[in-house]
């Protein structure tokens, strides 16, 4: 059975991730909940067998079940709820705005792209330069 549940969150993880890379944000917010869902199940499947309440005093220590995959489920779901929220109301916004739900390309981060590009040219024509300079500096001294 665990088997099962390991490939049931292998395929949630894979298929969130795919869905994650797309540009609709609804397809965004889709992948987030797969990969929430797959969380849970690869939590709870940690948690070994099922056992008995740990309350102690009722019952043998070793029959306890586990509650830290239990209480990080829980963690995992509520952070799951609230990247949730958080992109519905990005994606109704964007829908407000431009009525589509379609992650843009930043034009800032083409403009910073662009700019790296270009000081690194700019920076081996420098070293270029220099190359050349001691070449010639060499077959002057000859």
């Keep these: 059975m665990s088997v099962l549940l390991a490939l049931t969150a292998a395929v949630l993880f894979g298929l969130g991730t795919w869905l994650l890379l797309q540009r609709r944000l609804t397809r965004i917010i889709i992948g987030i909940g ?3 869902h797959g969380t849970n199940i690869l939590l709870i ?3 070994g067998g099922a ?5 102690i005093g009722k019952g043998d220590p070793e029959d306890f079940a ?5 209480a990080l489920a829980l963690t995992a779901i ?3 709820f609230g990247v949730t929220a958080f992109l519905l109301a990005m994606a109704y916004r964007s829908w407000q705005l431009t009525h589509d739900d379609v992650v843009a390309d930043d034009v800032e981060d083409r403009l910073i792209n662009a700019r790296l ?3 690194g040219d700019v920076e081996d024509a420098e070293a270029a330069e220099r190359e ?3 070449d010639s ?3 002057d001294e000859q």
């Excluded at 056992?51 to 309350?55: A, L, M, S």
């Design 45 to 47: 499947t940690s948690g």
């Design 117 to 119: 590009r270009r000081d």
């Design 137 to 139: 500096a060499g077959d």
């Design 132 to 134: 050349h300079a001691t």
């Design 66 to 70: 586990d509650p830290l995959p239990q």
């Design 78 to 80: 509520v952070i799951t």
């Design 34 to 36: 797969l990969i929430g």
């Design 51 to 55: 056992g008995i309440p740990p309350v």
